[in-house]
């Protein structure tokens, strides 16, 4: 069975910094695509970053030069570092696994499949 | 970036109703095009991928068809467990990947 477990959400202030981590049970993080997705309180669902399996990162327009998105393969363990943390940063945080088929020589995204329950970001002074 | 609008926004059905929801794509994403469910405090669930598959322990009154701009998802006959919001989701142009605004689907 595959669990995605999140945790490091906080109450932080305008400025500061958090890290979130996604604990993975039943999957291996290094050998997927991995991403972090946000939800504002009752809004929408926001991409926020992913990683790939040869550790390319790609991050939202909005979060690009704040956040960090990094795994450690020894725990199996996704972050996402967090700094200048803003206002509109708050959140819920989900990480989330790729669901990638592999065929005619490619890596097709077809959304995701596996998701943590979420960690709340709160940012205010 | 790819801009996904989802009509209606807000919904009220029946129990036993056949529900659309539908979502366009600003420029053509191809088949790449998937839905969700979530219900409050939860998670978002992976429905249809791929415009149309069926993912995994979903049950079967849950469709999706489309290609292109224009997509929808079907619930052939709505069961209680159903009323939550619905999100489509592009990954044409991964992994800059844009969702919609979502649809509430409620008990009338």
């Known amino acids: 069975e595959v669990q995605l477990v999140e945790s490091g959400g906080n109450l932080v202030q305008p400025g500061g910094s958090l890290r979130l981590s996604c604990a993975a049970s039943g999957i291996t993080v290094s050998s997927n695509y991995m991403s972090w997705v946000r939800q504002a309180p009752g809004k929408g669902l926001e991409w926020v970053s992913v990683i790939y399996s040869a550790d390319n990162t790609y991050y939202a327009d909005s979060v690009k030069g704040r956040f960090t998105i990094s795994r450690d393969n020894s725990k199996n363990t996704l972050y996402l570092q967090m700094d200048s943390l803003r206002a509109e940063d708050t959140a819920v945080y989900y990480c989330a696994r790729d669901n990638v088929h592999y065929y005619d020589s490619s890596a097709h995204h077809y959304g995701f499949d596996y998701w943590g329950q979420g960690t709340l970001v709160t940012v205010s002074s | 970036d790819i801009q996904m609008t989802q009509s209606p926004s807000s919904l009220s059905a029946s129990v036993g109703d056949r529900v659309t929801i539908t979502c366009r794509a600003s420029?053509?994403?191809?088949?790449?095009l998937h839905w969700y469910q979530q219900k409050p405090g939860k998670a978002p669930n992976l429905l249809i991928y791929a415009a149309s598959n069926l993912q995994s322990g979903v049950p079967s009154r849950f469709s999706g068809s489309g290609s292109g701009t224009d997509f929808t998802l079907t619930i052939s006959s709505l069961q209680p467990e159903d009323f939550a919001t619905y999100y489509c989701q592009q990954t044409y142009s991964t992994p800059r990947d844009t969702f919609g605004q979502g649809t509430n689907l409620e008990i009338k």
């Open positions: 420029q053509s994403i191809s088949n790449y």
